[in-house]
């Protein structure tokens, strides 16, 4: 990975390129359906309200709406989810709908994002670059032991990615060029934004992010600065 | 310290709590002020420059100018000093003094911060409530090996302590109510601030910050809910 040799931080993506954000939503969702009597699969259940992501996070980008944290959005998405599935509101307490929400602060980081992160850390700053919000980032670190130096990203630039000040505000909140700064992301068009916006680009090949029936993302899509099956392996091309 | 039992998060501030600036500034200075004939002690030199902190951070306060980062600030303040011993600037570059600039970027923990920051993780989340920007907040932690959770504080709220924002948008950024957040201090002036917002207030006793000679901040003002002589002292007290 030469075109590295200058990167001072490397900006990770999070859900799904360092936690495993379906397995974790459908664990903390199914004992909530089990007594609330929804009938759908917990790992569907997880699809169905991570698929209401970007659409959320797009009223936001558009201006149809100021920016509000993940968790406001995630939150709004949840109901959707269970509105669908026409579920007795009168009958879920608010503090229910909060606990489970909380699901996405919750989740297993890959076998080998650990160890790649804190070999990583040796040698460049390392930090969510995610759509995250501080919170949640915070307690998703502390709950998986992700070793972090700092928490930049979406409430850092008060937009979500891909827009530009996304990438931007957060390289400049590192005190560095975007040159400086590489992308780790396991979706190429998180990769495709940051490197318009003039950061270096790493993707990491997640081909369980959305089970085993997984059809995007298989496979980098552009000539990527680097491209990895692991965080270890993005440790072990970076000599850390 | 059983008024602490509910904290999440322990805030920090940093300059004179964690790390050393004084001999870390004058460390840096000594080569500069040798070279171009600034004929000041480099310990002076460091407490001029540092005395020029408040004052700069007033006009920010006071709605005089816009919200700017400490690094400007400390830059604007080292070529007012610098004026003031009547250097010629005509021989200086303005990389030497943004390299100047970066020794509040290489300060030294003293003897117990990395210790007891390490412990004092295991159970709580902690991160900088300082006025510094992110960027150096980060360098900082690097270089000095400071295991931050997270960094909030002045670049975050977009003021800088003791205005109640700092404090409150803090809080808010890590998620918690301001009585779940202990602001951890070696400054009776900050603890006093972040009391009047909700907080919990640790005093750590740091009698060399100011050198041999100092006269401020050497004994707990009030009955703060911690008051200790050490980030590892104050991990015993937490059972950490």
Redesign the interface.
Known sequence: MARLEQIGFLGFDVFGTVVDWRNGVARAAAPFLQQHGVNVDPLDFADQWRGLYQPSMQRVRAGERPYVTLDVLNRESLETVLARHEVDFGSISDAELAELNKAWERLDPWPDSVAGLTRLKRRF?I?TLSNG???????L??FGGLP?????GA??AGTYKPMPQAYLKSAK????APHCVAMVAAHNADLTAARANGFKTVFVRRPAEHGPGQTSDLTAEQDWDGIVDSLTEAADALDC
């Open positions: 700053s930090g919000h501080i919170a949640g980032m915070l307690n670190a502390k972090w130096d700092v928490i930049v409430e850092i909140a590192v005190g560095l």
